[in-house]
């Protein structure tokens, strides 16, 4: 299903992505079908921006009075610095995915990437601030998850990664994270009551359909788990995922990525229509919908 704006007229206003491919981006179906249920008069477009060119496309966007745009990869850093102004929790993630126009003129920009995160979490009720989370990667997925970690008043959050580099850079953003590599992952586990999967582990790629049976815990590892504990996969293509699979036959609460990118979308969208309701349960279809699901 293509979702389509109400028409497009002289007063249409535009939204959109900037990011590098946005081509297959569930965004554009999400946010069109929000639109045209609320009747708001504005389209939201894919548009591609090369890295060098970040600076230029924000400067006509914001010249040609855009209402509202997300950033996706590669993008969520590299356009700060064209940023008049950035909220604490993007500041403290590093990376922007939502930016909006300030009344003086120029952008503002935040991370609904972390309230997106936290989302199906607040539906749980759990001790989180007597146990351990453990995030799994160390990119942008995963700042997002590990401050949502720490939001959530977790004791303790362990970030576990390939790169000793990226790890290190994380620790300087967060001095209380912990952090491990995957051979030290196995002994962590019994002590978890959330592990976040903030790799691309397990994600459906074009380029290498083996990808889609991967996992970044094998069935060992989920047997390690307490039987509270909490698998969630930022992944949400394929649904479920084969960890999230496994982690339902161990009867385990298994949460998908795709709830938070229809919330950090819903919160983006209600951001830019001036804290109006946005209709969540339309994006979620919309994006289920573009994904062949529904
Ligand atoms: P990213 O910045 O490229 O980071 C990916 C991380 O995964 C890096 O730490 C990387 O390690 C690690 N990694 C990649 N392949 C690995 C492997 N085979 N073994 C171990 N570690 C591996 O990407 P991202 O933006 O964080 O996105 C990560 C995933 O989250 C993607 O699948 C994306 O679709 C998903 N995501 C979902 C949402 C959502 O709303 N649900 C939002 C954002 C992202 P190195 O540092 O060593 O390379």
């Known amino acids: 299903m293509t979702a389509t704006p109400l028409s497009i007229d002289g007063a249409t206003q535009l939204l959109g992505l900037i990011g590098n491919p946005v081509a297959h981006s569930l965004s554009p179906a999400m946010h ?172 459906q790629s074009e380029s290498d359909p083996a990808e889609i049976a991967s996992t970044p815990l094998s069935l060992e590892h989920l047997a390690r788990l307490p039987r509270e504990a909490i698998v969630y996969d930022l992944v949400y293509i394929p649904k479920p995922t084969a960890l999230l699979k496994y982690a339902a036959a161990r009867e385990l609460v298994a949460i998908d990525g795709l709830e938070m990118l229809v919330q950090q979308g819903a919160i983006a969208l209600s951001l830019w229509l001036g804290g109006r309701e946005v209709p969540v349960e339309v994006m979620r279809r919309a994006a289920l919908a573009h994904l062949g699901l529904d």
């Not at 590093?94 to 120029?106: D, K, R």
């Not at 539906?123 to 160390?138: C, E």
């Open 32 to 203: 069109n079908a929000a639109l045209a249920r609320m009747g708001v008069n504005a389209v939201y477009l894919p548009l591609p921006v090369a890295t060098e060119g970040v600076g230029a496309a924000l400067a006509g966007l914001a010249a040609i009075g855009v209402r509202g745009i997300n950033v996706t990869i590669p993008h969520k850093q590299t356009a700060m610095p064209f940023l008049q102004e950035v909220s604490a929790r993007a500041q403290q993630v590093g990376a922007v995915n939502t930016i909006y126009p300030l009344s003086g003129g120029g952008w503002g920009g935040t991370n609904t990437d972390v309230s997106g995160f936290l989302y199906p979490l607040q539906q749980l009720d759990r001790p989180w601030s007597a146990s351990t989370a453990i995030v799994l990667g160390s990119g942008g997925a995963a700042r997002a998850a590990i401050q949502g970690c720490f939001e959530l008043g977790f004791a303790r959050v362990v970030a576990v990664g390939r790169s000793r580099d990226r790890l290190l850079s994380l620790t300087r953003t967060w001095s209380q994270l912990q952090t491990a590599t995957w051979d030290e992952l196995a002994a962590l586990l019994p002590e978890t009551l959330l592990i976040a999967n903030a790799t691309p582990i397990g994600m």
